[in-house]
């Protein structure tokens, strides 16, 4: 079974502050990694995809670990905008359009 | 930016009844996708489609459903008797395709709520 484990959280942190979350996955074919950003009730929305050699972007940074399949994303100095659930996302398998395979969701809230 | 759109927002239905869901998705598109979310649980896929038929479906996807391109620009989804299990948020999506390995994003629209009585 392909599954996509994370923490559900919520993670409750001031502003400013570095916050990290991890996420495992199940399914060795997987070969594209993402994070999703999910506002209440809404659509979930690409923040950024994660690359072998690790990525950043902006305040955001994205781990990924092969071998042990585990993912992580980093959020430095966080802002209250940042106030989410965040997504992890694995392809089902190597080939376009392939589904995507959600883990449950981490929810952050940053306050003032 | 371009974007994914569905109709309606909303939809409240009886159980039993048959409800279709509409979805444009972007125009240079080429793969369309539906997924779920029941509420408070993690987004789940349904079906996959591209070149007018399906190319992957998930086990929830079973004969209750249905997709369809009816023109060049709608992509729809139909429950044909609804349960009350049915309730939940359908979300559609689409990617161009073209990137290696998957790659590609998928773009999704904003969602119909569904509610089955």
């Known amino acids: 079974r392909k599954e996509v484990e994370q923490d559900p959280g919520p993670f409750n942190v001031p502003e400013g502050a570095t916050v990290a979350f991890n996420c495992t996955y199940s399914?060795?074919?997987?070969?594209?990694f993402f994070w999703y950003r999910q506002d209440c009730r809404k659509e979930p929305k690409l923040l950024m995809s994660?690359?072998?050699s690790g990525n950043e972007d902006g305040r955001f940074t994205a781990q990924l670990n092969r071998a042990s399949q585990y993912i992580s994303l980093l959020i430095r100095d966080s802002k209250l905008s940042d106030s989410a659930t965040y997504l992890c996302v694995v392809n089902s398998h190597n080939q376009a359009g392939t589904a995507l395979i959600f883990g449950k969701g981490t929810t952050l809230s940053v306050s003032s | 930016e371009p974007e994914v759109t569905q109709t309606p927002s909303h939809q409240v239905t009886q159980m039993g009844q048959e409800v279709i869901l509409r979805c444009v998705p972007i125009?240079?598109?080429?793969?369309f996708y539906w997924y779920r979310q029941i509420l408070g649980q993690k987004v789940e896929f349904l079906v996959s489609f591209y070149n007018n038929e399906i190319s992957e479906k998930s086990e929830i996807f079973d004969d209750q459903f249905s997709v369809e391109r009816p023109d060049g620009s709608n992509f729809t989804l139909k429950i044909r008797s609804t349960k009350l299990e049915d309730s939940a948020m359908y979300f559609c999506?689409?990617?161009?395709?073209?990137?290696?390995?998957?790659?590609?994003?998928?773009?999704f629209g904003p969602g119909t709520r569904l509610l089955v009585l």
């Open positions: 994660v690359y072998s």
């Open positions: 999506a689409s990617t161009t395709g073209g990137a290696l390995f998957g790659q590609e994003t998928q773009y």
């Open positions: 399914n060795s074919a997987s070969q594209s």
């Open positions: 125009s240079n598109h080429l793969y």
